[in-house]
Each structure stands twice: as structure tokens, then as C-alpha cells.
């Protein structure tokens, strides 16, 4: 069985890893089919996800091998049809290629003090460099990620200590846009992975 955590975490040695670093940033926008399949997020799901949730993006090649890796800053459109986050490039080439290569998303936000959890199923609509009003939601999503945290016991150098892997390499972010088709809840209880 092949593994799916992304590169930094399946080698031991990711804080000498290169590979990442030198990877080109890519911009990709693609076109919005003519039944558009994108539905809103209700608002009580867009409060989960845009209050500290800890955030990993699902990704899969076209030989179907998935990928793993945490994002930052998720944000939702004001149509509530859209979600923007980042990920660090370092950590993030085999999601970005994967995104290239067929757009297919499921975004998992879990609220650390509660294991309250949905995710997000959705197709890949753009990709590039963050805008500030991003990196804001990355800084301040950090922020409270590390504060609910430590409320429930997670030292503070640990929280810094992985956002420092992930930036191992290179301290570029990339911003991926996409549009949420299918939300499931995915808190621990027999309700576990029903639609919502």
C-alpha cells in the first residue's frame, strides 16, 4: 500500500528536502461548465470552517493514489458557493499536480476543541499566488488554530513546529480556489459521513 501523506511527511529527513523548494509556482483557472453543479455552504458550516478548523486537502493522481496536506486561511466566497485557502508549496507539488491533472477535491474541516467535522467535496477552479487579503486569513487562521490548541493541551512549540515543516524548503504559499459540490459530516457518531 502506497502512502498518502505528501512528501515532507513520508521522508524522515523533510527538513533537508529540495525538491519542493524548487518547484514552480503555476496559475490555472478553469472555465465553469454550463450547469454549474457549485453549491452554497450553509452558514452555520461556513462559521466551522472559517473559525480555526483544522484544514487538510484531499487530492487524488490519475492512478488514483491519494495525497494529504494541511491548508491555511480557508475562506468562503460571498455566495457561499466558493472556498479559498493556501498551502505551503513546499508541502504541496503532488496536491498542485494532482489538481492539474483532474481538479478533484475533498477538504476536511475538523474544530480541534469539539471534533466537530465536515468536508467538502468540490472541483478545482483556480489556482496561483495569494492575494495579502489571503496570506491576512493565513496569519490570522494560524493564530487561532495555535490558541484553540493550547486550550486543549497542544504546546504552542509543537503548533509552530509543524507549521515550520511545512514551510521547510521553501516559504512559499499557493492559493487554491475551489467549488464546493457535496458536504458531508464527518463528526465521530453514527451520523458520521451522511450528507449535509
Request: proline share 8%; glycine share 8%; aromatic share 6%.
Amino acid at each position: 500500500m502506497r502512502a498518502f501523506l505528501n512528501l515532507p511527511y513520508r521522508d524522515a529527513n523533510f527538513l533537508l528536502s529540495t525538491r519542493a523548494a524548487s518547484a514552480p509556482i503555476w496559475c490555472r483557472t478553469w472555465g465553469v461548465p454550463r450547469a454549474d453543479p457549485a453549491i452554497p455552504i450553509p452558514p452555520e458550516l461556513e462559521a466551522l470552517i472559517e473559525r480555526g478548523a483544522s484544514v487538510m486537502v484531499g487530492t487524488r493522481d490519475s492512478d488514483l493514489v491519494p495525497e494529504l496536506v494541511r491548508a491555511w486561511g480557508p475562506r468562503v466566497s460571498r455566495d457561499r458557493k466558493h472556498v479559498s485557502l493556501c498551502v505551503a508549496m513546499a508541502a504541496g507539488v503532488k496536491t498542485l499536480g494532482n489538481l492539474r491533472d483532474n481538479a478533484r477535491v475533498a477538504v476536511t474541516f475538523a474544530l480541534p476543541a469539539t471534533s466537530n467535522a465536515i468536508q467538502v467535496w468540490g472541483r478545482c477552479i483556480g489556482t496561483g499566488r495569494p492575494h495579502r487579503d489571503d496570506l491576512t486569513a493565513v496569519q490570522q487562521h494560524r493564530d487561532t488554530f495555535a490558541q484553540v490548541s493550547k486550550g486543549i493541551g497542544v504546546p504552542l512549540p509543537f503548533i509552530e513546529a509543524l507549521w515550520q515543516r511545512e514551510l521547510a524548503g521553501s516559504s512559499v504559499m499557493v492559493r487554491i480556489r475551489f467549488a464546493a459540490e457535496q458536504i458531508f459530516n464527518q463528526t465521530p457518531g453514527p451520523d458520521a459521513g451522511s450528507p449535509l
